[in-house]
């Protein structure tokens, strides 16, 4: 007797979506992962016993056990800010180091906005430190509210095991930034401070970005492993971009990762503007704290960016 039917799936695929991502640190992995899970549940639909778990604590197991199947052998997927100290010179080489797994961002667009929680670039790249288990042990239950004991049956452990584990993650991740102290896309604060940078970067206003920033803030440029850290640095990087592609840049608006994010497009020689980076950032307390500067094509693909406009 069928428990399902497919239609009865979809509904939960941008949720898996997010959690998949999560787990992976990339947006194309997760979207792979989601269809192999409503394959998998497809197929297994006979041994669902409703009685024993809900159609979605069922499509969450399968996707646990996808995700941890696809993370054995796998390196962690990081930020610049991740692998070693910030460097101290604006004119620095901008090699890409193709051959890291960088963590990607998340489209906020494409899925609703209930998806979003949790999906913090900072938050995402610490948790990818965590052992596979551990990290999906910490997001179905802190982020996704599953009991103790439906984990422990997601994960064919006791529990006990599930406690323990997620008591150390949460050790783990005690030092990431406070995800309260960063303000939301909405935030009527923080879109005016993206909207001032907008104006001043299309404007080429180095010293009006330099003043949205703060003292301390971060600017990394995944897939370049080099990262700067303070105003003046980041000041000065800036100047070098304008001084090598020129002014008159256009921006679009959007969010990614449950946060504020632009589209920069370069002038082009021929005319028109070229899409040159996805940029992500962190306001807080009125001030730009981190921008991650996202250079991969693969990244503007999940964006469905126009590669020119004019």
Request: aromatic fraction near 8%; include cysteine.
């Amino acid at each position: 007797m069928i428990g399902y039917a497919a239609e009865d799936l979809e509904p939960f695929r941008g949720e898996l979506a997010a959690y998949c991502y999560r787990m992976l640190g990339s947006f194309h992995d997760a979207e792979d992962l989601v269809q192999e899970t409503m394959l998998r549940a497809w197929k297994a639909q006979g041994r669902y016993d409703p009685t024993r778990a809900s159609l979605r604590t069922w499509l969450y197991r399968i996707a646990t056990n996808a995700c941890l199947t696809a993370l054995e052998g796998r390196s962690r997927r990081p930020l610049p800010s991740g692998l070693g100290a910030p460097s101290n010179d604006p004119q620095a080489p901008l090699i890409p180091a193709f051959d890291i797994p960088w963590l990607q961002p998340f489209p906020d667009a494409r899925f609703d906005i209930g998806v979003r929680a949790d999906l913090r670039l900072a938050l995402v790249a610490a948790m990818q430190v965590l052992p596979p288990r551990q990290r999906a042990v910490l997001v179905l239950r802190e982020v996704l509210e599953f009991t103790a004991a439906e984990v422990a049956e997601q994960l064919g452990t006791t529990i006990a095991a599930v406690n323990s584990a997620l008591q150390r993650a949460r050790a783990a991740l005690a030092d990431v930034d406070d995800a309260t102290e960063i303000a939301e896309p909405d935030d009527p604060d923080a879109i005016a401070v993206i909207q001032r940078y907008v104006r001043a970067f299309e404007a080429a206003d180095v010293e009006g970005l330099v003043r949205l920033l703060a003292d301390d803030a971060v600017m990394e440029m995944p897939p370049v492993p080099l990262w700067y850290l303070g105003s003046r640095d980041y000041g000065l990087f800036m100047r070098r971009v304008f001084t090598m592609r020129g002014t008159g840049w256009h921006v679009r608006q959007l969010s990614a990762n449950g946060q504020p994010a632009l589209a920069a497009y370069a002038p082009s020689a021929g005319g028109g503007h070229q899409l040159h980076t996805l940029q992500v950032f962190s306001v807080r307390r009125g001030r730009i704290a981190r921008n991650v500067v996202f250079a991969d094509p693969a990244v503007f693909g999940a964006f469905e960016l126009p590669g020119r406009i004019t």
